[in-house]
């Protein structure tokens, strides 16, 4: 099979897209023909050595996908040669066929296509568990969903749309504001152009926004916070613009706010059953329609490199997914 192999850490240009041997399941693993994989910002930091877990090189990228059964190891249940599944991979999923073990796949819902399947699981499972476990979000409650129209961020709108708040899109680009409006904006706040705090107060007409979704940190998050409301959440997704913030203290003070982590893969790990919850509930809002999951850019495999760059050049926007023809 073929496989994007990372050698070393540092520049993700020296990924190589190179033929090695097929993986065999052990006990309790199944392999998959991988038909899609899920391309997000954390691969990206991953194979500069940028990101919080550091696997031995070489090692084949990729922490989720969808595709079809192709054999069982030994002692597998509940799964046959031939099924559709979902599989969170950690690594390994940027290949033609990765090994996984049986228990954290999730069969492809019937009317699910693979490419939508295989990016489901990283942007929606973080998106949900911080919007429902984290910041105990409430129907007509105001999100400001900064980097609305990136592959977590997009997955907020449409999930806090879904859970009936007012979602406040926030974002660098007309283009990407209007793709935030089609999936369940309401208010659209451009923070290149615009005070992101006196937007913010503006959107939620004086009183300061309920959540603050923030996937980006750098330059964004303290005017954010500055806007936040009475009881606020504030929810630390991640660091795209590269710097993490330092904040002063007295603003969650004044606000009697919460600044609330979240970190979705640990989380998923320490309590399995509720990670399996949720993602039957967004099985079904996808059902429902009241989520679209859109795939913005297919790329096939071999062109993996097109995807990185997209991420890295901030100009991705949705979901991002590799397939294999
Ligand atoms: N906590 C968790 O459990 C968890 C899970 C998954 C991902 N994450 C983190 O969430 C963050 C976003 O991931 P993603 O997959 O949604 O990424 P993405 O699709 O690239 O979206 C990131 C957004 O950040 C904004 N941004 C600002 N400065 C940027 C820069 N210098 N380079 C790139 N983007 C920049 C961009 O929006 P604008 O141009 O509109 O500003 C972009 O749309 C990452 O830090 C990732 O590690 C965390």
């Not at 959540?211 to 991640?238: H, S």
């Amino acid at each position: 099979m073929k496989a994007v192999i990372c050698k070393e850490y540092g520049d993700y240009h020296n990924l190589a897209f190179e033929e090695m041997d097929d993986p065999t399941p052990g006990p309790g693993q199944v392999c998959i023909d991988v038909r899609a994989a899920g391309l997000n910002f954390p691969d990206l930091l991953l194979v500069q050595g940028l990101y919080q877990m550091k696997p031995p090189t070489p090692f084949v990228p990729g922490a989720e996908c969808a595709g079809v059964i192709s054999a069982l190891g030994e002692g597998v249940s509940g799964f046959a040669v031939g099924d559709r599944v979902i599989a969170y991979t950690m690594n390994g999923a940027f290949a033609q066929k990765v090994v996984v073990a049986a228990q954290s796949l999730a069969r492809l819902p019937e009317g699910m296509d693979f490419d939508v399947g295989a990016g489901i699981t990283t942007t929606y499972a973080t998106s949900y568990y911080a919007l429902k476990q984290r910041a105990n979000l409430q129907q007509s409650e105001s999100l400001a969903v900064l980097g609305a129209a990136g592959g977590v961020g997009l997955a907020a709108v449409e999930l806090g749309a879904a859970m009936g708040a007012k979602v406040i899109a926030c974002a660098s680009t007309q283009e990407k504001l209007d793709l935030t409006k089609a999936h369940g904006a309401t208010s659209l706040i451009n923070y290149e152009k615009d005070e992101l705090k006196a937007a913010l107060k503006e959107a939620t007409g004086g009183k300061g926004a309920d959540v603050i979704y923030d996937p980006v940190g750098g330059k964004y998050a303290e005017p954010a916070l500055r806007a936040i409301g009475w009881n606020g959440r504030y929810l630390v997704i991640g660091f795209a613009a590269g710097d993490i913030p330092k904040i002063p203290l007295n603003l969650v003070l004044l606000k009697t706010a919460s600044i609330v982590g979240v970190f979705w893969g640990a989380w998923a790990m320490r309590d399995p059953k509720a990670h399996a919850q949720n993602m039957a509930e967004i099985f079904d809002f996808y059902a429902q329609g009241k989520i679209k999951a859109t795939v913005t850019k297919r790329y096939e495999m071999q062109d993996f490199m097109g995807g990185f760059d997209a991420l890295a050049k901030r100009e991705a926007k949705g979901k991002l997914v590799l397939v294999s023809s």
